[in-house]
């Protein structure tokens, strides 16, 4: 098979990691066709702040040849970090001094970055995919909410947690991990929330109580907007008793979860500007499925996890290393996916930076286990 036959490599969704994998592909000549059913890029809202890592999310956008125009979009200053108590104690404090390998950047703005990067027509938009079969040549089709279908030699699903193109490989499916957050945003807060906007900082805040599976963190983004993720341990049906439309009764009933704690930080849950969004996290399980011959995943489809801040970095990572392993085998398609698969397999079984891992903290003092963990982290 080559790639000059009559269908390009299709990927079915239009994050970053479908994007980077289109992307690194257009660099080495390789055409491709992305699939999104969002109606437009501007069809929703696409998140507030990313972290790029030096280790994994800048090495794609490098394969992707995009590192200068990516270092246009860094917020400069944001790479500021600090951990408090419950109480509002601060336990670690570190500045932005332009030399860390986090920088952040708006997960839109990004977005857009690789978008402009592609050929126009590149990305299909208003093509919902709602399922994948395998015909009987060996190639794939796919089927999308329209009616419409296309069939391709080489198909790549990278259409997130509820992927429609996973089935073809895994019978794996998302699981709630037990935990949620609810996202909040004040805006101008440096003189409308100025209490909040002193605790969190010029960055990024984790605020931690004595156990595991509660917190309130927080970023800082352009115009003194403080962008708040409340972390709930609690059950699906918990959640939905809670009328998230009514932003006083809603936040009122979240914050009674973190009493006792510092008024500064259970402002950030109840001097919400908008309403407050709930989010459950799913997982999927760890596992490694036999090779199908003529698709793989990328990015959340593949190895959906709790946030833990790798998740967007990793789904680049893939995009980037599945389009250099399609180019440095272009007469061999299956020898480029068993080594993309492999390496991508490697990465989803071992843990990221154990520094980061916010979730693993166990034990009776989080807060203080976290900021030992930066300081630690500073010291290397």
């Known amino acids: 098979m080559t790639f000059q036959s009559h ?20 660099v080495h000549g390789i055409p491709a066709a992305v699939y999104e059913g969002e109606s437009s890029p501007m069809a929703r809202a696409q998140g507030g702040l990313l972290d790029i890592h030096d280790y994994n999310g800048q090495l794609a956008l490098d394969a992707a040849d995009l590192m200068e ?5 860094i917020l400069e200053g944001h790479q500021a970090l600090r951990v408090l108590s419950a109480d509002g104690t601060v336990l670690f404090e570190k500045g932005d001094d332009g030399t860390g390998g986090r920088p952040e950047v708006y997960r839109g703005e990004l977005r857009r970055m690789l978008l402009d990067s592609l050929p126009d027509g590149t990305v299909r938009w208003g093509r919902r995919a709602v399922g994948a079969r395998t015909l009987d040549d060996g190639r794939h089709e796919v089927t999308f909410a329209d009616g419409t279908t296309v069939v391709t030699d080489l198909l790549v699903g990278a259409d997130g947690a509820w992927s429609r193109i996973r089935p073809l490989l895994t019978s794996g499916t998302p699981g709630y991990t ?5 996202e909040t945003y004040l805006y101008d807060s440096d003189t409308r929330h100025v209490a909040a906007a ?4 010029g960055g990024s805040m984790f605020g931690n109580g004595s156990t595991p599976g509660k917190g309130i963190n927080a970023h800082r983004e352009r115009g003194g907007t403080l962008h708040s993720y409340v972390e709930v341990t609690e059950p699906l049906e918990w959640f939905a008793a809670i009328d998230f439309t009514d932003t006083a009764a809603a936040t009122a009933r979240i914050a009674r979860e973190f009493g006792g704690w510092a008024p500064e930080l259970t ?11 709930h989010r459950p996290f799913y997982a999927l399980p760890v596992e490694r499925w036999e090779r199908v011959p003529g698709t793989t995943l990328v990015g959340d489809a593949a190895h959906l996890g709790a946030p833990n801040g790798e998740g967007a970095n990793l789904a680049m990572l893939d995009g980037a290393e599945l389009g250099k392993a399609l180019a440095a085998h272009p007469g061999d398609v299956e020898a480029a996916l068993v080594e993309y698969e492999q390496a991508m397999f490697v990465r989803w079984e071992t843990p990221a930076d154990d520094e980061f891992l916010l979730e693993s903290l166990f034990g009776d003092d989080v807060p203080r286990q976290l900021a030992d963990l930066f300081e630690a982290g500073e010291r290397k």
């Open 7 to 26: 269908t390009p490599v299709t990927i079915v969704g239009a994050g970053l990691g479908g994007l980077v994998l289109a992307r690194v592909l257009h």
């Open 267 to 277: 402002a950030l849950i109840t001097e919400t500007d908008i309403a407050p969004i």
């Open 178 to 182: 037990g935990t949620s957050i609810v």
């Open 69 to 73: 125009e990516f270092r246009g979009l």
């Open 198 to 201: 002193k605790a969190v900082g």
